[in-house]
């Protein structure tokens, strides 16, 4: 698992204490503080494709959007770069994200067709 049982229980607390977010940066560092800034900005997003019922989630960054697929993978270049490559870092900031995100209910639901989801495929396998 990305975060510890008690990391997930100290992000579903309605709000952060100082106390919390400062361990979260020591641990996390600017990761953790682009994170939040997504999910606040509601750059965490939720597909429901039907009637294939699949699920996909996305986080939006700055220049496009990314397929995160939870604990696992980020089409993005950091986790190309730093997680797979490196292996300096567990994860990128939008799968943070995407944890924060879905720990904390702060994520917006898309509700599309599959046909809508060949679509995008095309799109978010495109590297930036
Ligand atoms: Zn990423």
Same mark, same amino acid.
């Not at 959007?65 to 697929?69: D, G, P, S």
């Not at 089409?75 to 770069?81: I, K, N, P, V």
């Given at each position: 698992m990305l975060l510890s049982l008690k990391e997930i229980r100290t992000l579903s607390k309605e709000v952060l204490e100082q106390s919390d977010i400062e361990y979260f940066q020591d641990k996390y560092g600017k990761r953790f503080v682009r994170a939040? /800034?997504?999910v606040e900005e509601g750059k965490v997003r939720k !597909?429901? %494709?039907s009637p294939s019922r699949v699920i996909r989630w996305?986080? @939006?960054g700055r220049s496009k959007? !990314?397929? @995160?697929?939870p604990e696992v993978f980020c089409?993005? /270049?950091? %986790? !190309? *770069?730093s997680v797979?490559? *490196?292996r300096n870092s567990k994860m990128c900031y939008h799968l943070l994200a995407q944890k924060i995100g879905e720990i /904390?209910? *702060? %994520?917006?639901v898309l509700n599309m067709t599959d046909a809508d989801r060949r679509r995008l495929y095309h799109v978010w396998r495109k590297v930036s």
């Open positions: 939040m /800034r997504a !597909y429901h %494709f996305t986080v @939006v959007e !990314y397929l @995160v697929i089409s993005c /270049r950091d %986790f !190309y *770069q797979v490559i *490196q /904390r209910g *702060q %994520f917006t």
